[in-house]
């Protein structure tokens, strides 16, 4: 048991890593600018992206030290959010440039945003449920609070 703890402690302290990681590159060096994919309007994505960043690394710092259910279904609720957010702004402000390639990577990326998008407002459904189903679980116990 306290091995499956411990493999979920390093898994949050990953993801945590991963994720100052990404806000150092797309914010420090190089920075997102010297991406020759991406324009100016990405400027328009990027508060957006780092408060996602931010918010896994704070979720998976939470999880670290607690990962009961209903802090994870809080947490990952709150994490799904912010990244549907960041893909309605993407595919609104679409800041790429594929004009320099023959195949038509506009359309594959779209196809991509549409692909996520759907996936996340599924994810979305499904920790609502857990949310709901974890409320319920503990209303119907004696002396039982939503929120225990």
Known sequence: MALR???RRVGYA??????????????????????????DAAAQVLVLVNLSLLAGIGAN????????????????????TIGLAVLARTWQVFPF??????????????????????G????????SVTLLRLAMSNLGRPGGHALR
């Open 5 to 7: 703890v411990w493999a």
């Open 61 to 80: 710092a939470v999880y670290f030290v607690t990962d009961g259910p209903w802090v994870k279904t809080v947490g990952d609720l709150t994490t799904t």
């Open 14 to 39: 990953t993801a945590a890593f991963i994720n100052v990681v990404i806000l150092y590159v797309i914010n420090v060096r190089p920075g997102w600018h010297n991406a020759p994919l991406l324009t």
């Open 120 to 127: 996340t407002a599924v994810a979305l459904v499904v920790q």
């Open 97 to 118: 440039d594929f004009t320099a390639w023959t195949f038509n990577w506009a359309l594959m990326a779209r196809i991509v945003l549409v692909v996520a998008l759907i």
